[in-house]
C-alpha cells in the first residue's frame, strides 16, 4: 500500500510542542483529572486494575454512547482509541480498491488520504466560502450530480473541520435520499458535536437512512483528548465488521481511558463538559472577530461551531511559508490552509487559554506587517 503524508498532522505532531505559541489545535483547553472526577471518585480511579479491557469497549461505555443517538444500542458501538482509528477502522471496513468516494472538503484530511491508499477514485465535493456574504455554500445539487451508483462511501465532517459550517437537519436528509437512491454509505465525521457555538444542538446522520456509519471521540468537544477515546456507530453488522479489523491494530481501549470516559459520559457531568467548552470557546471567539474587524486585511466566516476558524489573509505569500516564518521567527504553530486546498488561508484555534490566543494573533499581525512592508 502507498500512503501520501498527512500533512497536516505531520506538522502539527512535529512541531507542536517546540513553539512558545500554540494555535494549531483544534480542541479546547483539556481537562485535567481532578476536574472531571469528584474526589470521593479517586479511589475507585486507583483501583483500577490494569487490564485487557473488553476489546470493543465495555458494555458500560457502549451504553454511555448508545444513549446520545436515537434507537441505538452497545450493538451498534465500538470503541476506538481516539475518533482517527475510528475513521480508519470505518474506511478500511467499507472501501475496496476501484470504489469511487466522495469527500467533502475543505475537511480533515485523514479519510481523503485513507480511501486513496485503499484504491479508491476519490472526488471532492467542495464547501465554497462566499467571504462577503458571510456564508460557506454547501451545494447539494453539485453532490447528487456527482454521486453515481458506483460511489461507495460519502464522507462528511459535521460540524465541518475547518470551515465551522454545520449543515442542518434538512440538508442532511437530502444527503441521506441521495446516498440511498444510489447504495452508498455515508460517514460523518460528528467529532465537533457539542462545541457548537450558539448553544445549539448539531443534528446526527444517525437514522437518516440505513447505510450510516458516525464517528465521533472525547478529544475535540469534551476536552479529553489525552484519554483517546473514540467511537464508531453504525449497523451491527458492520460494527462487527469494524470490530475484526480492530484486532488488526489497537485491539483495545486502554483501562482507565475506558473507566474516565464512561464517568465523563455520564449525563449531569456531560452536561456540565459541554457547558464548559461552550464558555470558553463563545468568550474567545468574540476576541478573534475584535481582532479580525481592525484589520483591514484579515478576512473570516464565522464560524458555527468547533473551536477554529479559517483567515483569509491579504499578504502575496503561500500558506505553508507562512506558516513555517511563523513557526521560525515568531515561534508561533498555526495550520496552512495548503493542507485543506485552501492557499492564502490559515487556521486559526481559539479554544485554548485567551492569554496565549491574544498573544498568537498579535505575532501573526507583525508577522503579515513585515511581509506587507518587505
Given at each position: 500500500?502507498?500512503?501520501?503524508?498527512?500533512?497536516?498532522?505531520?506538522?502539527?505532531?512535529?512541531?507542536?510542542?517546540?513553539?512558545?505559541?500554540?494555535?494549531?489545535?483544534?480542541?479546547?483547553?483539556?481537562?485535567?483529572?481532578?476536574?472531571?472526577?469528584d474526589?470521593?471518585?479517586?479511589?475507585?480511579?486507583?483501583?483500577?486494575?490494569?487490564?485487557?479491557?473488553?476489546?470493543?469497549?465495555?458494555?458500560?461505555?457502549r451504553?454511555?454512547?448508545?444513549?446520545?443517538?436515537?434507537?441505538?444500542?452497545?450493538?451498534?458501538?465500538?470503541?476506538?482509541?481516539?475518533?482517527?482509528?475510528?475513521?480508519?477502522?470505518?474506511?478500511?471496513?467499507?472501501?475496496?480498491?476501484?470504489?469511487?468516494?466522495?469527500?467533502?472538503?475543505?475537511?480533515?484530511?485523514?479519510?481523503?488520504?485513507?480511501?486513496?491508499?485503499?484504491?479508491?477514485d476519490?472526488?471532492?465535493?467542495?464547501?465554497?466560502?462566499?467571504?462577503?456574504?458571510?456564508?460557506?455554500?454547501?451545494?447539494?445539487?453539485?453532490?447528487?450530480?456527482?454521486?453515481?451508483?458506483?460511489?461507495?462511501?460519502?464522507?462528511?465532517?459535521?460540524?465541518?473541520?475547518?470551515?465551522?459550517?454545520?449543515?442542518?437537519?434538512?440538508?442532511?436528509?437530502?444527503?441521506?435520499?441521495?446516498?440511498?437512491?444510489?447504495?452508498?454509505?455515508?460517514?460523518?465525521?460528528?467529532?465537533?458535536?457539542?462545541?457548537?457555538?450558539?448553544?445549539?444542538?448539531?443534528?446526527?446522520?444517525?437514522?437518516?437512512h440505513?447505510?450510516?456509519?458516525?464517528?465521533?471521540?472525547?478529544?475535540?468537544?469534551?476536552?479529553?483528548?489525552?484519554?483517546?477515546?473514540?467511537?464508531?456507530?453504525?449497523?451491527?453488522?458492520?460494527?462487527?465488521?469494524?470490530?475484526?479489523?480492530?484486532?488488526?491494530?489497537?485491539?483495545?481501549?486502554?483501562?482507565?481511558?475506558?473507566?474516565?470516559?464512561?464517568?465523563?459520559?455520564?449525563?449531569?457531568?456531560?452536561?456540565?463538559?459541554?457547558?464548559?467548552t461552550?464558555?470558553?470557546?463563545?468568550?474567545n471567539?468574540?476576541?478573534?472577530?475584535?481582532?479580525?474587524?481592525?484589520?483591514e486585511?484579515?478576512?473570516?466566516?464565522?464560524?458555527?461551531?468547533?473551536?477554529?476558524?479559517?483567515?483569509?489573509?491579504?499578504?502575496?505569500?503561500?500558506?505553508?511559508?507562512?506558516?513555517?516564518?511563523?513557526?521560525?521567527?515568531?515561534?508561533?504553530?498555526?495550520?496552512?490552509?495548503?493542507?485543506?486546498?485552501?492557499?492564502?488561508?490559515?487556521?486559526?484555534?481559539?479554544?485554548?487559554?485567551?492569554?496565549?490566543?491574544?498573544?498568537?494573533?498579535?505575532?501573526?499581525?507583525?508577522?503579515?506587517?513585515?511581509?506587507?512592508s518587505?
Amino acid at each position: 500500500m502507498q500512503i501520501e503524508p498527512f500533512v497536516m498532522e505531520r506538522w502539527q505532531s512535529t512541531f507542536e510542542h517546540h513553539v512558545d505559541l500554540n494555535l494549531s489545535d483544534s480542541g479546547v483547553m483539556p481537562l485535567r483529572v481532578d476536574e472531571l472526577l469528584d474526589p470521593d471518585e479517586y479511589q475507585d480511579l486507583l483501583s483500577q486494575q490494569m487490564i485487557y479491557t473488553q476489546s470493543n469497549g465495555t458494555p458500560e461505555l457502549r451504553d454511555r454512547i448508545a444513549a446520545l443517538y436515537p434507537d441505538a444500542t452497545r450493538e451498534n458501538l465500538e470503541v476506538t482509541n481516539g475518533g482517527s482509528e475510528a475513521n480508519l477502522i470505518s474506511a478500511w471496513s467499507l472501501v475496496e480498491a476501484g470504489d469511487e468516494v466522495i469527500v467533502q472538503i475543505p475537511n480533515y484530511m485523514q479519510l481523503w488520504g485513507v480511501t486513496r491508499a485503499l484504491g479508491a477514485d476519490v472526488k471532492p465535493w467542495r464547501l465554497r466560502p462566499d467571504l462577503d456574504a458571510g456564508t460557506w455554500h454547501l451545494d447539494l445539487d453539485e453532490l447528487e450530480a456527482m454521486v453515481t451508483p458506483k460511489t461507495k462511501l460519502i464522507a462528511i465532517c459535521n460540524p465541518n473541520n475547518p470551515a465551522g459550517s454545520i449543515i442542518g437537519a434538512d440538508d442532511l436528509d437530502r444527503i441521506a435520499e441521495i446516498a440511498s437512491r444510489n447504495g452508498a454509505w455515508t460517514l460523518i465525521d460528528e467529532i465537533y458535536h457539542g462545541a457548537e457555538l450558539d448553544g445549539s444542538t448539531t443534528p446526527t446522520m444517525w437514522g437518516r437512512h440505513e447505510r450510516v456509519i458516525v464517528t465521533n471521540s472525547l478529544s475535540k468537544a469534551y476536552g479529553l483528548p489525552g484519554l483517546r477515546i473514540g467511537w464508531i456507530l453504525g449497523p451491527e453488522d458492520t460494527v462487527e465488521r469494524c470490530w475484526g479489523r480492530h484486532d488488526y491494530t489497537s485491539i483495545s481501549p486502554g483501562a482507565l481511558s475506558d473507566h474516565l470516559a464512561e464517568k465523563a459520559l455520564q449525563p449531569e457531568r456531560r452536561e456540565r463538559i459541554l457547558k464548559r467548552t461552550r464558555e470558553m470557546l463563545t468568550k474567545n471567539l468574540e476576541i478573534t472577530m475584535d481582532w479580525v474587524e481592525q484589520r483591514e486585511q484579515i478576512r473570516t466566516i464565522r464560524p458555527n461551531g468547533g473551536a477554529y476558524l479559517m483567515l483569509s489573509y491579504g499578504n502575496e505569500i503561500n500558506s505553508s511559508e507562512l506558516a513555517e516564518r511563523l513557526r521560525v521567527e515568531k515561534s508561533m504553530l498555526l495550520v496552512p490552509g495548503d493542507h485543506f486546498g485552501m492557499d492564502g488561508w490559515v487556521r486559526v484555534g481559539f479554544g485554548y487559554d485567551t492569554d496565549t490566543l491574544v498573544a498568537g494573533l498579535e505575532r501573526l499581525d507583525e508577522m503579515l506587517k513585515e511581509i506587507g512592508s518587505s
